[in-house]
């Protein structure tokens, strides 16, 4: 079997899922598709995936939208794109992978502090604020900003389809900003967004598949299932380092 279709099944299908249930499973996409398409190229392989889902869960999310959270992070988060648009044009593969890798640790080492510390901080302006540049900067240069998202949101004590739809909102607003910025840095293109088709077929299935799990997952494990999703996916980075 051709290993390009495989992995890019493989993508299409955890990308599907990943929108419509556990956010932090969505990073073990990257790197499965560099199995096949190493370096950054990849990074324009997925973007269309993510628009696709993006349009996908935004009709499904139409309501309970914290558009006041939204609005507190995405500014910074539109400052983080074009930061990280010019680092990633300046830097090497082996640096592109150990960047994700460990932005993906530290995540999971602020979500543990979290456990046994007050997380007050988590619903201040400033952390709001620090969270949309950061994650911003992660989403351009990795496609790895859902954890981060994911953990701030989670912090805000939204209810879960509050949280689910503010999530699929945010990414959609800063996809479509990333857009321009990656065709203009070349990872972008019509050949790119061609490969990008042979994975819908699992998109369909994972979008599926991801939206009947949520209704069935309590908000502990959502939490869990988030941060075990982040811990795989790091490791999977670093073996590929």
């Excluded at 929108?19 to 269309?48: D, H, T």
């Excluded at 994972?206 to 795989?232: A, C, D, E």
């Amino acid at each position: 079997m051709d290993l390009p279709l495989v992995v890019l099944f493989l993508a299409g299908l955890i990308t599907g899922f990943s929108k419509f249930s556990v956010g932090g499973m969505g990073l073990l996409v990257l790197p499965i598709v560099m199995i096949a398409f190493p370096g950054p190229e990849a990074l324009g392989i997925l973007l269309p995936l993510y628009l696709v889902t993006d349009l996908m869960a935004v009709a499904s999310y139409r309501n309970k939208i914290a558009w006041g959270v939204l609005g507190r992070f995405l500014p910074l988060a539109f400052l983080g794109v074009f930061i990280g648009s010019q680092f990633l044009a300046n830097i090497n593969e082996d640096q592109f992978l150990t960047f994700l890798g460990a932005t993906i640790v530290a995540m999971i080492v602020l979500g543990l502090y979290l456990d046994f510390r007050p997380a007050a901080f988590m619903r201040k302006p400033v952390t709001a604020y620090l969270m949309g540049f950061f994650g911003g900067v992660i989403s351009m240069v990795a496609n790895a900003a859902v954890p981060l998202f994911s953990l701030f949101l989670l912090e805000q004590k939204l209810e879960k389809k509050t949280y689910v739809s503010t999530r699929a909102w945010a990414f959609f607003i800063i996809n479509i900003l990333k857009l321009p910025l990656y065709m203009s840095i070349g990872l972008l293109s019509v050949e790119s967004a061609e490969t990008s088709l042979y994975a819908l077929p699992g998109l369909a299935l994972g979008s599926y598949i991801g939206y009947h799990f949520l209704k069935k997952v309590n908000p502990i494990q959502f939490k869990w299932m988030i941060r075990i999703m982040s811990t795989l996916a790091a490791c999977k980075l670093f073996l590929f380092t």
